[in-house]
């Protein structure tokens, strides 16, 4: 599986981005797509997850504000990002976990891929 993200920038406070990520590769069946980022000198934290089945997640701090959205025929996913503050600046990675086919129409194997990132710089 293989993800490209893009739409990264460089925008002012309070102004929007919107990231896209499309994927390709065969699987059998897609557990998630989420979006994470990681600023200089800081772990990896999960924005936003779209689960196949269940409720979107948000990072605390981006809820109200970010919005995750999938597309299954587009095979893409979409942080659509308002009202941003200079402490969104980071590199934002989208992933997708599930499984890979098995015997027959059984799943096989999970994965989890990653996208190589795209950076998102905010001005103050």
């Known amino acids: 599986v293989q993800l490209q993200a893009s739409g990264g920038g460089l925008v002012q406070a309070g102004g929007s981005l919107t990231l896209t990520c499309t994927y390709s590769g065969t699987f059998h069946s897609l557990s998630a797509m989420s979006w994470y980022r990681q600023a200089p000198g800081k772990q990896r934290e999960l924005v936003a997850r779209?689960?196949?089945?269940?409720?979107?997640e948000y990072l605390a701090s981006v809820k109200d504000r970010f919005t995750i959205a999938r597309d299954s025929a587009e095979k893409a996913v979409y942080l659509h990002m308002n009202s941003l503050k200079p402490e969104d600046t980071a590199v934002y990675y989208c992933?997708?976990?599930?499984?890979?086919?098995?015997?027959?129409?059984?799943?096989?194997?999970?994965?989890?891929?990653w996208g190589q990132g795209t950076q998102v710089t905010v001005s103050s």
């Open positions: 992933n997708a976990d599930g499984f890979l086919h098995g015997k027959g129409w059984s799943p096989g194997r999970s994965f989890n891929a």
């Open positions: 779209y689960p196949t089945v269940g409720n979107t």
